[in-house]
């Protein structure tokens, strides 16, 4: 069982920051942990995941460099740290969980929980 809830979305101008947080709690002793985003109009697309426990992330190109993914498992919680934003950034952001070893990378279908979304709007 897995329950998801996003906070940390609102409104700032480009090039600045934002952190996400994701209240992740699962009874799995690991899961693949990312975040995905959908603009009005187009797909849902990755930004980044990470597997439980582990370090090592995964970030989808258009967030490299700019977004930070990690996970504080004592507290049950998965951040996505955004810097540098940019209009196109703008989006409703979930956090996901899917099975362990995240061999599905940023598909979707991977993915088995999702939040409900947290939006971010980015102004020029």
């Known amino acids: 069982q897995v329950q998801l809830m996003e906070s940390g979305g609102g409104s700032v101008q480009a090039g600045g920051s934002l952190r996400l947080s994701c209240s992740a709690s699962?009874?799995?002793?690991?899961?693949?942990l990312a975040w995905f985003r959908q603009a009005p109009g187009k797909e849902r697309e990755g930004v980044a995941y990470?597997?439980?426990?582990?370090?090592?992330?995964s970030y989808a190109d258009s967030g490299k460099g700019r977004f930070t993914i990690s996970e504080d498992k004592g507290k049950h919680l998965l951040y996505l740290q955004m810097d540098s934003l940019k209009p196109e950034d703008t989006a409703l952001y979930s956090c996901?969980?899917?099975?362990?070893?995240?061999?599905?990378?940023?598909?979707?279908?991977?993915?088995?929980?999702w939040g409900q979304g947290t939006q971010v709007t980015v102004s020029s």
């Open positions: 996901a969980a899917g099975r362990p070893h995240c061999a599905h990378g940023l598909r979707p279908y991977g993915y088995d929980y």
């Open positions: 699962y009874t799995y002793s690991r899961v693949c």
């Open positions: 990470i597997e439980s426990g582990g370090d090592t992330p």
